[in-house]
């Protein structure tokens, strides 16, 4: 088992695109905590109660909730994978947790993007309540404004995009992930994707660094 991180501030959103196609390019197998988080809220799990009210008030779900899930995730994993786990760690105790399960870490890939950028492209998300479709009213708008294009159904802004919600996700990601930055790099792991690109150069930029 081999892990590549991939670490960037929340709502990074192209870098993450990019990750995603860089690891279908390299038979990567992607881990999104958010994936295991909101997918765990829809369906009413114990674990997903506990960390609904953490997500839509836009803090940091607690550590050994998350890690237990990816724990999970790679004990279930067998042979010779190579896993991309994006949006775990979020902080040095979760990556010494991490470390203790003996899985050997390539590579962790920042994803860099200014705030600005990132606040902008988090408030332009819609979501679909129905279906679950994601738009962006500048990069994916709707046909029909206000409109899923495949359900018809109103979209909606998701709490965790509020504004006010992504401004306080910041502040939570400057304190506690960025000290991760000098973390990796101590140990050599660390390389640097330039997030303000297009998703097809960021997923070769992403390719190259893991």
Do not use: W
């Amino acid at each position: 088992m081999n892990i590549v991180i991939l670490l960037g501030a929340p709502g990074s959103g192209k870098g993450t695109v990019a990750a995603k196609l860089a690891a279908e390019n390299a038979n990567l197998k992607h881990v999104s905590s958010g994936d295991l988080l909101r997918g765990a809220v829809a369906k009413g799990t114990e674990a997903g109660k506990a960390a609904k009210d953490f997500m839509e008030a836009g803090k940091l779900v607690p550590d050994e909730l998350i890690a237990t899930m990816i724990k999970d995730v790679i004990a279930e994993s067998t042979g010779d994978v190579t896993m991309l786990l994006d949006g775990f760690p979020r902080n040095v105790a979760q990556a010494d947790i991490l470390e203790k399960t003996g899985a050997e870490i390539r590579s962790v890939v920042l994803i860099d993007v200014p705030d600005s950028v990132i606040q902008d492209r988090i408030a332009g998300r819609r979501t679909c309540p129905a279906c679950k479709a994601g738009y962006h009213v500048k990069a994916l708008p709707p046909k029909v404004e206000g409109k899923c294009d495949k359900c018809g159904a109103d979209l909606v802004i998701r709490k965790d995009d509020n504004p006010e919600t992504v401004k306080d996700r910041l502040v939570v990601y400057h304190q506690q992930t960025e000290p991760l930055i000098a973390y990796y790099k101590e140990k050599g792991l660390l390389r640097v994707v330039d997030g303000d690109q297009g998703p097809e150069k960021n997923a070769e930029a992403f390719k190259a660094a893991m």
